[in-house]
């Protein structure tokens, strides 16, 4: 690994949806952080993931349903946050929806887990690629990943899950780096008892 790219490693962060702005990747560019976010392990070739890529006018759709469906399920919601949900998708010039979609063929010999931990590191790839080419991104979730409604706006089958929406853009404000765990909290030297 040459030094440029453990830098990048080391240096990794994300920057908070609302501070992404223009400009976002071009087409190519896209292209090479869509290619990098597919190269990751897959156990069995189960390919159990699916990612849409969002433009303005498609944020705006899934804005304007995400906010009539947090509307219906909280009447009491203030027009405030009605509009921050509408506004949610809109944050960066492109927003990425990944999607787990277990591979049901290869489950007996490629367990969920597995299938779903690829899925996390597509979004992961995903990042690194799009901090390698300048750009900067947040990985979410919140309550659109996980409303059976919004998949099935997306056009994901009953059985997906969304497990990521990947705000990509320019960083309007560059973050300070935030707490890292303690090494040696995490990392230790495995021997057998004697
Ligand atoms: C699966 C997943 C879902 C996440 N969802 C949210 C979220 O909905 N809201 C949020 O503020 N951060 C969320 N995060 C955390 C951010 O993506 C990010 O990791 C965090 O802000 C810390 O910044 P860092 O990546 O620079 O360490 C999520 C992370 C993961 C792995």
Not at 72 to 84: E, G, K, L, S, V
Not at 183 to 189: A, G, K, R, T
Request: proline fraction near 8%; glycine fraction near 6%.
């Amino acid at each position: 690994m040459t030094r440029s790219n453990i830098d990048l490693l080391l240096s990794r962060r994300s920057v908070l949806a609302k501070n992404l702005g223009k400009p976002g990747p071009n087409k190519r560019e896209l292209r090479t952080i869509l290619q990098a976010g597919l190269r990751v392990p897959d156990h069995g070739r189960s390919e159990p993931w699916k990612i849409q890529v969002l433009d303005e006018s498609a944020q705006l759709a899934l804005g304007t349903f995400s906010a009539q469906l947090f509307q219906r399920d909280n009447p009491n919601a203030t027009a405030a946050q009605i509009t921050f949900e509408r506004e949610r998708p809109q944050r960066s010039p492109i927003l990425l929806v990944v999607t787990f979609q277990p591979n049901k063929k290869k489950l007996a010999k490629i367990p969920e887990l597995e299938q779903l931990l690829s899925s996390g590191a597509v979004c992961q790839n995903l990042l690194v690629a799009i901090q390698a080419l300048g750009y900067n991104a947040q990985w979410l979730t919140d309550w659109p990943a996980y409303h059976p409604e919004i998949r099935q706006f997306l056009g994901s089958g009953k059985d997906a899950q969304i497990v990521g929406f990947i705000h990509i853009g320019t960083a309007t404000l560059l973050p300070k780096d935030r707490p890292r765990p303690e090494f040696d909290d995490i990392v230790s030297e495995w021997k057998p008892e004697d």
